[in-house]
């Protein structure tokens, strides 16, 4: 019944996602609450099967004892700081919104610095030109 969720997951091992979850966790400590860790936890560990969960607030407030609000407040967090991806489900019979999909995305670093391979490559705007000799005595005549 819940096959579905295989095709959400986004690691070939569990290893490998409760990585990226431990990686997203250490990047964003300080600006994760209590709460947030809780919920992406829960996440976490009802993912273990399928590489995503298929989850209700209802469910997620159980187990964390948190209320409605703080739950989709955590939700709001983690989709925003990319660390999950929330899918809207809509039930195949009986047509309407169910439960969520959750996943766990790949952690990616976005604090490296990006490579200088480009800085050898002439630019082509008319900005980055280079000036002639008479043109830089008329701009700086001193």
Do not use: C
Request: charged share 30%; glycine share 4%; net charge neutral.
């Amino acid at each position: 019944m819940t096959t579905y969720l295989k095709d959400y997951a986004r690691f070939a091992a569990i290893a490998e996602m409760d990585a990226a979850a431990e990686q997203h966790l250490s990047l964003h400590w300080d600006e994760l609450t209590k709460s947030d860790r809780q919920v992406l936890d829960v996440i976490r560990r009802y993912s273990v099967k399928y590489g995503a969960a298929h989850l209700k607030h209802g469910t997620i407030e159980e187990a964390t004892g948190k209320s409605n609000v703080t739950i989709r407040r955590a939700i709001r967090k983690l989709v925003k700081l990319v660390i999950i991806e929330k899918v809207h489900y809509i039930r195949p019979v009986m047509s309407g919104l169910g439960a969520n999909i959750y996943i766990i995305l790949p952690f990616d670093d976005h604090r490296k610095m990006n490579g200088r391979d480009d800085d050898k490559k002439p630019h082509q705007d008319e900005a980055n030109e280079q000036l002639s000799a008479d043109e830089l005595f008329f701009l700086n005549p001193y």
